[in-house]
Nanobody, 115 residues
Framework: QVQVVESGGGLVQPGGSLRLSCAAS????????MAWYRQAPGKQRELVAT???????NYTDSVKGRFTISRDNGKNTVYLQMNSLNPEDTAVYYC?????????WGQGTQVTVSS
């Protein structure tokens, strides 16, 4: 069983930045595709960004140019650098580790963008 733990959420003003971290247990981290999702109140969970084992990245259109996903295999950690935040980015952010037919989710971290 892989444990996935997110951190780094909080309250930030519009235009501000946050960096989320996601630590995953186990020795196979480098083989996982890692993803960040978010779920705003009353909305479905949506995919925000992914990074593969070969470091290929993808982003949903609404965050392109503002968010950056990266990974440090030596620390079993994936990051989501979020810049130019706006109130529409307010959500619980979840991290997922997946490989083949396995997927492991974290408990989520709240991000609130408000003045």
């Amino acid at each position: 069983q892989v444990q996935v733990v997110e951190s780094g959420g909080g309250l930030v003003q519009p235009g501000g930045s946050l960096r989320l971290s996601c630590a995953a247990s186990g020795s196979m981290f480098r083989l996982y595709t890692m993803a960040w999702y978010r779920q705003a109140p009353g909305k479905q969970r949506e995919l925000v960004a992914t990074i593969t084992s070969s470091h290929t990245t993808n982003y949903t259109d609404s965050v392109k140019g503002r968010f950056t996903i990266s990974r440090d295999n030596g620390k079993n950690t994936v990051y989501l650098q979020m810049n130019s935040l706006n109130p529409e980015d307010t959500a619980v952010y979840y991290c997922k580790a997946e490989r083949l037919w396995y997927a492991y989710w974290g408990q989520g971290t709240q991000v609130t963008v408000s003045s």
